[in-house]
């Protein structure tokens, strides 16, 4: 059972997509990955989410403000925002009788998910009891400088001056990347994250899994070293990077690993 829920807020109207019933089940808040990754993932997440309903839980996925099927256009959102319409989901979540709610974060995603945990997980709502975290963004500084050599490609492709997109949104200018128009504001909001920089002490147990990889690299294991203890399971897993990949739909691998994992994990969280 699917469905989609317009949720009103004071800024405007959230897209939340729902698979399974919410009441009485663990559900997996899902935060996507940035701009046209969010897009490319859409089908192997709702594999994954028919996966999670299938096993006894729920998925709920966000469409932040500015983006996929919610109001506004980009350059009226920021961090702030963003951190808001995920406590408006938790909140809402809560309102629906779910037993219990874990975040799910696909790359830009993953990173907001322990933005959101170390700045706004803690105020005296429905607490977040688990994590599931898909080829984390590490910095989104270098997600951003990698956003704006695509604007520069499409300007050589079509005989264009080079140009420093990302140091003209700097000083004021709104500047439209693929269809995204980025403001000062939202950049300068977003560019300051930093994976290592938003691991508290007081992160729920975690499940981390570089997918598309054959290794956990020397960055993530740095990064993965800073969590609590005893708090965080590491594996990788192989197959094709879906975000980037236009014909990618199905990812078994990846899918029954993370179903695998998250019943290690559940049966952990029911023992404690």
Same mark, same amino acid.
């Given at each position: 059972m699917s469905d989609g829920y317009f949720l009103a807020t004071d800024r @405007?109207?959230?897209?939340?997509?729902?698979?399974?019933? =919410?009441?009485?089940?663990? $559900? /997996? =808040?899902? =935060?996507?990955?940035? %701009?046209?990754?969010?897009?490319?993932?859409? !089908?192997? $997440?709702?594999?994954? !989410?028919? %996966?999670?309903?299938? #096993?006894?839980?729920? $998925? $709920?996925?966000?469409?932040?403000? @500015? #983006? @996929?099927? #919610?109001? +506004?256009?980009?350059?009226?959102?920021? +961090?702030?925002? /963003?951190?808001?319409?995920i406590r408006a989901a938790v909140i809402w979540l809560q309102q629906q009788g779910a037993a219990s709610v874990g975040v799910w974060g696909l790359r830009f995603g993953a990173l907001m998910a322990t933005t959101y945990l170390e700045q706004r997980g803690t105020n005296g709502y429905q607490p977040i009891d688990r994590l599931l975290l898909w080829k984390p963004v590490l910095d989104a500084k270098t997600m951003m400088g990698q956003f704006f050599r695509m604007r520069q490609v499409a300007d050589s492709i079509k005989g264009l001056p080079k140009v420093n997109w990302q140091e003209r949104v700097k000083q004021g200018e709104t500047v439209e990347v693929a269809g995204y128009p980025v403001s000062t504001n939202w950049l300068r909001s977003i560019s300051e994250l930093r994976m290592r920089d938003q691991i508290g002490l007081h992160m729920p147990q975690t499940i981390w899994l570089e997918a598309a990889s054959d290794k956990i690299s020397p960055a993530v294991d740095k990064v993965a070293q800073l969590w609590p203890e005893a708090g965080l399971t590491l594996q990788y897993c192989e197959g094709s990077a879906f975000w980037q990949n236009p014909d990618c739909y199905d990812s078994p691998a990846l899918i029954q690993q993370t179903l695998d994992s998250c019943q290690e994990l559940r049966e952990d969280v029911c023992v404690q």
């Open positions: @405007g109207h959230l897209y939340l997509a729902r698979f399974g019933e =919410l009441a009485g089940r663990h $559900v /997996w =808040l899902y =935060l996507p990955p940035f %701009a046209e990754e969010m897009n490319l993932s859409r !089908a192997i $997440v709702a594999r994954q !989410a028919r %996966a999670f309903v299938e #096993s006894g839980e729920a $998925v $709920v996925c966000l469409d932040y403000l @500015g #983006s @996929g099927d #919610s109001e +506004l256009e980009l350059d009226q959102t920021d +961090l702030d925002c /963003w951190l808001d319409n």
